[in-house]
DNA sequence: TTGTATGCGTTATCAC
DNA sequence: GTGATAACGCATACAA
């Protein structure tokens, strides 16, 4: 086995210089026909790569997009990381890929690790204070946050108008009569307020009255271990709201298991309209946050940020939509047996 | 916003040369108090940190692990990814992951773009054949497959073995009186076959029947759009078991909405035990093939293998375990009202 | 225990 | 158009 080929192996061969060789690599500039063809030659016969860390150490570029996602195995970042690895493929760009859940070092380590390794970031909007701080002040490179508004004025960001989606669904639990109303949410995420506001602000002027929960993680087993608080609480709900489907997928299952008919009892809804929503009994009506678009949105704003495109609007709200199934319904309605 | 300290700033901030920094940063070596004060102070001053990029082009040595998957929307391949993270992180590198199924260039040529940024590959096992001779060939790094047995002898995988697991469920639809099976396979992956295989073999001597379809995508829609097929063949199955999870999920969804009452008028199982089949209903039977196990040991091997270990063996064998829920039972049992 | 010198593979600057 | 050469930031053999 020998050693990959170097621009110095090529320039040998090709008789010209490695300046030469580097410069026809990287296009931009005419050549003589025969130098043309000689090199096309040398590199096809050597099967030549550009070695991009010695690249990086010159023009400060690693080819690569750091992903800093909170939990992987919740879909919603799941399809977020698919939008963002579909834009940093289009872009010839690498997605470097860290689970903050996973890492059993402190976020701030975590950034430190892939910082050097990426010309720029995607990082949760829910980062200590303390880390964002951190890397405003050390990153020399663009950082884009996801979820929210960034924790800070002044940083780029990409998600959608959680207030907005909040009264959306809120809204629609309204039609149905709804006027007991509890939500789980999920504190940690600064924009879970921004959901439980909106969905207040959907019965502004009723005689609703709504509650609030909070979960220390926003995963279905929490959903699980926190509806018999919700559902047996000295007002019992006629709705449900969570955070995000996850909580929702839990919270319907330990409904039911209470005995709780969904929806004719008690109607639940969650956030982000994951695949497996559709799956569940009844299907689960959520909030489609554009998980997909959004990582997408992401990748694509950092690349202009790193193609030093100066009209970047410093934060782009990406378009929800309800989706309305068959787990929230007006009281009473329906059979329950589909 | 200056520039980010070098070695050779610690190095005189200390007034030591940088071959000492250097091997003090890496460590191994005894230095006089004197001095390591000093480059300590220095570094702590400048928040230096050792550029990867560089020290890469000296030791070859990236710090990055490549991860190659072929739809990371699946939860089997989301969980295989969390447990690679989560060895990849105690270890101190990085994540390179690729989703193959988003990049528009053929699998060489994201392979060509991951590998010169990478100290090792985790890889499909159902990568084609010419890029796997492709990577024998030219990667001069080590690859570990996942999934099956890796596509060419003499080289690593990890996986669990599939007609065991085959075997295992076919096992557990004997034990519930099912006589008419019929599996949903996806045989672009060479172990769809061995469960397949393992399936039969549960039934050997008896005089069941088993049919097998083929859906060219793993996941939900392809289980939905077959599912009429399967249940309204000729033989009207007692028993469908599915490549994987998805596709039973898609399976069951659909075997419900033509009026089929299941369990009770057919079983549905699949592969993967992924987090979703505890919320549908009825929940859903599977056998679980260690997603995040095999994730995790795949990164372990591959750790092992960069370390130089001698005494690796070629397949690790990850432990499969059958999940009976509700989907499967003896026909006509049950109530069908949970 | 510490320092000197060299090279990793590439790009950028400037000369020709 | 093409070439010489100096960086980039670091690790390592070897010298002291």
Known sequence: MRKAA????????????????SKFVNGGQRFSREVEARITAAI??????????????ITGRTGNLGIVIMDIRNPHFTSFVK???????????????????????????LLQALLPQVDGLIVSARMPVAVVEWLREWARKPVVFYGGLAPRPGLHSVGCD??????????????????RISYVGFGA??????????????????????????????????????ASSVLLDAQTPEAVVAYNDLLALGLM????????????QVS????????????????????????????EAAARHLLGLLAGESDLALHETIATRLVPRDSTAARGSGSGKP
């Open 6 to 21: 170097t621009i110095r192996d090529v320039a040998h061969a090709a008789a010209v210089s490695t300046a030469t060789v």
């Open 44 to 57: 096809q016969q050597l099967g030549y790569r550009t070695n991009p860390l010695a690249r990086g150490m």
């Open 83 to 109: 939008g963002a690895s579909r834009a940093a493929a289009e872009a010839g760009m690498n997605l470097l890929f860290a689970d903050a859940a996973e890492s059993r070092a402190p976020e701030l380590a």
């Open 162 to 179: 959680n207030h907005a989606s909040g009264l959306m669904l809120g809204r629609h639990l309204r039609e149905l009569g709804h006027r």
């Open 189 to 226: 995420a600064p924009w879970s307020k921004d959901r439980w506001e909106g969905l207040r602000a959907a019965f502004q002027g009723t005689k609703a009255s709504l509650q609030c929960f909070d979960v220390p993680a926003p995963v279905a087993e929490e959903g699980e271990r926190i």
């Open 253 to 264: 299952a330990e409904a039911r298991a209470l005995g709780f008919r969904v929806p004719q």
């Open 268 to 295: 639940i809804a969650g956030f982000d309209n994951i695949a497996y929503g559709r799956y569940t009994t009844p299907s689960l009506t959520s909030v489609d946050t554009g998980s997909e678009a959004t990582g």
